[in-house]
């Protein structure tokens, strides 16, 4: 299904992805969202959660790299360089262009990479078209722009169905 809009994965954030689970399946390459993924709107640096999580995705031997579609790159690229990571902003999701770029400038492969993400018309369906495992999280918050309200709302048939995947995956 590399056009579904299921993702393979629902969790409630980001910090509920094992490493060890990532590594077994073969995931060396985690490509991360960062607006209500790993840090709210607006937020400029990692907070001490996310450096903890990044840590132990490295001692499983999977690097993190920030995938953003933000048109801000100075806050794409300090909040990656706060992180140690990889960035790379406008990344124009759920276009594939942005996730063979990213692979490429990581010597990866789909088959070695997941992407996490808050959105199913960005980052699921980019991941899906990409044929990289698509994990999706719920959004950090939701206030703010009245417009997200409307998007996650949309979303909801697609996350039930991508936690159906979660009992079958285990």
Request: glycine fraction near 10%.
């Amino acid at each position: 299904m590399p056009f579904s809009l299921v993702p393979d994965r629902v969790y409630g954030s980001i910090f509920e992805i094992e490493p060890r689970a990532l590594r077994r399946r073969g995931i060396t390459l985690l490509l991360a969202d960062l607006d209500n993924t790993l840090a709210k709107y607006g937020q400029p640096e990692p907070d001490q959660a996310v450096l903890n999580w990044k840590s132990a995705l490295a001692a499983e031997g999977v690097t993190l790299f920030l995938l953003s579609n933000s048109r801000k790159p100075a806050r794409v690229k300090h909040y990656a360089e706060t992180l140690g990571i990889p960035c790379q902003g406008h990344s124009r999701k759920p276009g594939t262009g942005g996730f063979f770029r990213a692979m490429e400038a990581m010597g990866r492969t789909p088959e070695e990479t997941a992407m996490v993400g808050d959105q199913i018309f960005t980052d699921i369906l980019g991941a899906r078209r990409s044929g990289v495992l698509a994990l999706m999280v719920e959004p950090i918050e939701l206030r703010g722009n009245p417009g997200r309200y409307l998007r996650y709302a949309a979303e909801t048939p697609f996350r039930a169905l991508g936690r159906r995947n979660n009992r079958r995956d285990t």
